[in-house]
């Protein structure tokens, strides 16, 4: 997939995209979220999930304990946050590697402080904050 650049104005223009994505951007596959706090990681997020049929946006909040939520049925999606996490100790811990043994989509914040740990192939996106409400939101794949 080639590089794609979006602009957002508001958080359910941020999930209508992730529902855009989920039908290209089907498991298995490693999602890395890149994005300073409030950039609307978790919003793109409920939209991957409204998008495969696996549950509804207003089910999906912030990993912070469990650090993992898994959601669907044969289709599972992973969403991950490593936040809190400092040592790459601390995340094999969790359990991070088994997520990848079977076919899943894992959606992962703050995986980029831990890059080796991060699959190949897999899909970054760039969340920008630009304005209160606006966002510039770039995917591309890395592999
Ligand atoms: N265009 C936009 N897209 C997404 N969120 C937006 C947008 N404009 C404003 N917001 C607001 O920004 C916040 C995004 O919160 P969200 O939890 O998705 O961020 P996050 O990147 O997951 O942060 P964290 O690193 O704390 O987990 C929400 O309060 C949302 O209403
Ligand atoms: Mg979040």
């Given amino acids: 997939m080639p590089a794609f650049e979006y602009k957002t ?6 999930t209508s995209l992730g529902v855009l994505l989920a039908q ?21 997020v409920k939209g991957f999930v409204k998008g495969l049929g696996v549950a509804e946006p207003e089910e999906v ?11 669907g049925k044969p289709v599972r999606v992973y969403h991950v946050d ?6 790459e100790e601390e995340v094999a811990g ?3 590697e088994e997520l990848f043994d079977r076919p899943a989509l894992v959606l992962i914040e703050w995986g980029e402080r831990f890059p080796n740990l991060m699959p190949m192939p897999r899909v970054e996106i760039d ?17």
């Fill in 82 to 87: 490593l936040y809190r996490l400092e040592t």
């Fill in 24 to 44: 290209h951007i089907t498991p298995p596959a490693v999602v890395v979220l890149i994005g300073k706090l409030g950039a609307g990681k978790t919003a793109l």
């Fill in 9 to 14: 104005n508001s958080e359910e223009e941020t």
């Fill in 94 to 96: 969790i359990g991070f």
């Fill in 127 to 143: 969340m920008e904050v630009t304005g209160e409400t606006s966002r510039t939101i770039r995917v591309r794949t890395v592999q």
């Fill in 61 to 71: 909040s912030s990993p912070t304990f469990p650090l993992i939520h898994e959601y």
